[in-house]
């Protein structure tokens, strides 16, 4: 998917004579994006190496306009108004929790592990981590997502509606 992606990004930059911001993340969030965020959906990325390969794609996308281009990427991402990748992820990964955890889909929720815990800190829907032998299994979604759940806030994740909690989590 990364040389799909880069291959679009090409098309762009030959396509285009002269690209603006607004054109740009336009282009950007509904010709590449998709299929980087489709390969965090099937393939659950987890090693430096190819967090870095889907990154860069990113980085070459934000670097295509001459007046930002010498900047820092994280610059570039915050003139652009664009989050990063694996902020992306990780946000994906909390709302399907959500949907989970608030019975918004029709599939069992068995996958995830709910903590024994009483609620003096945090909120009421801790999860907890199973024990897991190989490297596979702390890939899995059940498995990465645990401490970025419970480190959130009550508010954030007692939200009463999908959207009230993207509001919340992105403010978080």
Known sequence: ?????NRQLGLIKR???YLDEKTLVLLYISLVRPLLEYVNVTWPVSFKKDIDKLERVQR????????IRQLH???RLKILNLPSLVYRRVRGDMIRVYKFLHDLYTVDRGILEMANTSVTRGHNLKLSRLTCRSRIRHDYFS???VEYWNVLPS????ASSVNSFKGRLDKH
Do not use: E, G
């Open 1 to 5: 998917m990364v040389l799909k992606a």
């Open 15 to 17: 396509s285009f004579t």
């Open 60 to 67: 070459r996308a934000t670097s295509l306009l001459p007046h």
């Open 73 to 75: 990427y994280q610059d």
């Open 143 to 145: 498995q990465r997502i």
């Open 155 to 158: 508010d954030v994740v007692n």
